[in-house]
């Protein structure tokens, strides 16, 4: 039992490049979130999606899709890397909708230059 | 306006020493969670605390609840160096709507 598994690890993209983050649960949770965390600002909320075949917005989306392509799987993606988009990204998938504690992911360190 | 306010954000204390960590919101909220985040490392469930009054306690870290404060409390006692690391509160603000997170606190614990 992985839990939350996140890939890659690290990356560096450059300004306009594109890329997607992985995200995989193996908890049969219904719920998975794309967080953010920046230094001082705690954890903001990317996009999240409450069950399977639903998306949804969270606080800071610009900039970012996001694809629920199965209950297991919830992947991020960077259409066009800005350097404000530098961070550390975390997934997390939860029983029910924001009623359950949040597994985490061991999160994605992204550098754009 | 949603706030989840921590203090303090930074915290340095020494072994065998008690201390409190402060985590206050804005508005009302169903329930409110504690986590914890090792340097490099992802986050950690401390507690869930899910009414008014609620108490809950794992080791030397004891989680309380007053909701008519808005006030979560995150005691520490007797503190080892095993418990230097972030802390994080977050709350949910509506059941069923997104978690607001805390800023953290640094929590460094010396011999």
């Known amino acids: 039992n992985a839990g939350v598994t996140q890939t890659p690890k690290f990356q560096v993209l450059k300004t306009g490049q594109s890329m997607t983050l992985q995200c995989a649960q193996d908890?049969?949770?219904?719920?998975m979130y794309w967080y953010r965390q920046d230094p001082g600002m705690g954890l903001r909320l990317i996009y999240y999606?409450?069950?399977?075949?639903?998306?949804d917005k969270g606080e800071v989306p610009n900039g970012y899709n996001v694809s629920r392509l199965n209950k297991r799987e919830f992947s991020l993606r960077l259409e066009s890397a800005a350097p404000s988009q530098t961070s550390v990204y975390f997934c997390?998938?939860?029983?029910?909708?924001?009623?359950?504690?949040?597994?985490f992911g061991p999160g994605t360190r992204l550098t754009v230059l | 306006e949603l706030k989840v306010e921590q203090n303090p954000l930074f915290l340095s204390m020494q072994e065998g020493k008690n201390y409190t960590i402060y985590c206050n919101y804005s508005?009302?909220?169903?329930?409110l969670y504690w986590y914890r985040q090792d340097p490099g490392k992802s986050l950690e469930s401390l507690f869930v605390?899910?009414?008014?009054?609620a108490v809950k306690q794992e080791g030397r870290l004891m989680a309380s609840l007053d909701t008519k404060a808005r006030l979560s409390t995150l005691h520490i006692t007797a503190a080892v160096h095993d418990l230097s690391a972030t802390y994080f509160c977050?709350?949910?603000?509506?059941?069923?709507?997104?978690?607001?997170f805390g800023k953290g606190t640094s929590l460094l614990v010396t011999p």
């Open positions: 997390a998938s939860s029983s029910s909708f924001f009623t359950d504690t949040q597994y």
């Open positions: 908890m049969n949770h219904n719920s």
């Open positions: 999606s409450a069950s399977e075949g639903t998306t």
């Open positions: 508005t009302t909220s169903d329930r």
């Open positions: 605390l899910l009414s008014n009054g």
């Open positions: 977050a709350v949910e603000f509506r059941s069923g709507y997104a978690l607001n």
